[in-house]
């Protein structure tokens, strides 16, 4: 399933953030640094470097919205977060083709994480740039996603996808990576639609019986199914 969060970080932190990335000085590398082996060929952009300061700040800043974002809690139910990472394309970058690594190590801990997720946050507005879209190919077809900065897209790190040739201006974006309590993608969808419908019954002070009941379902769920 794939998840699109409007407004995961406000417009005050995109305009801080950008400030920080069009400056002369920030640390932006070739982009195949992180590539594997089979990304590499395809990929033609840059990043801020990893193991920088902007990186690690600017990280924080998005990771303290995700983590009172209930929309993400909810759909993704983390239990590790990759550092975010920064992108750009300028004209006529790409990236073709391509399934995410499996498990990542963060430079930063040394830490393994399982890629079940992959974020795209949007710091761009779709009209500083034309091309640059998002093509995400699931079980259930072909997605092409452009958003407005500070909105983000979370999709299976297991689906097919590339970012379409930009022809115009410059698309900036953070991307990272989520290891769920809920490793099987349906196991997780089943989940997030119960919450859902919990939440909806919450607010409506449904039958309390049969809510309570429902709620001790998505928990005996989450017990058998979950790893931490
Ligand atoms: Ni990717």
Not at 60 to 74: V, Y
């Amino acid at each position: 399933m794939i998840l699109s969060i409007p407004k995961l970080i406000d417009r005050d932190t995109v305009t801080s953030i950008r400030s920080r990335l069009d400056a002369s000085d920030a640390p932006w590398v070739d982009g195949r640094v992180s590539a594997g082996y089979s990304g590499a060929p395809v990929k033609l952009n840059q990043q801020i470097s990893e193991v920088s300061q902007l990186a690690a700040e600017a990280g924080d800043q998005i990771l303290s919205f995700l983590e009172r974002n209930p929309l993400f809690i909810s759909f993704a139910l983390p239990n590790q977060v990759y550092p975010p990472m920064f992108n750009r394309y300028g004209e006529g970058m790409t990236f073709g083709n391509h399934v995410d690594g499996g498990v990542r190590i963060s430079p930063a801990t040394g830490r393994k994480i399982r890629a079940d997720l992959s974020i795209t946050l949007f710091l761009a507005d779709p009209s500083e740039y034309d091309g640059g879209e998002l093509v995400i190919e699931d079980t259930y077809g072909t997605h092409e996603v452009k958003l407005a900065a500070g909105d983000a897209i979370v999709y299976p790190a297991s689906s097919l996808h590339r970012v379409q040739p930009v022809t115009r201006g410059v698309r900036v974006a953070s991307f990272f990576w989520i290891q769920s309590l809920i490793r099987n993608d349906g196991q997780r969808s089943i989940l997030h639609d119960m919450d859902t419908a919990i939440q909806r019954l919450n607010a409506t002070s449904g039958d309390e019986d049969a809510r309570r009941t429902l709620v001790g379902c998505y928990h005996n769920l989450l017990r058998q199914w979950s790893e931490t």
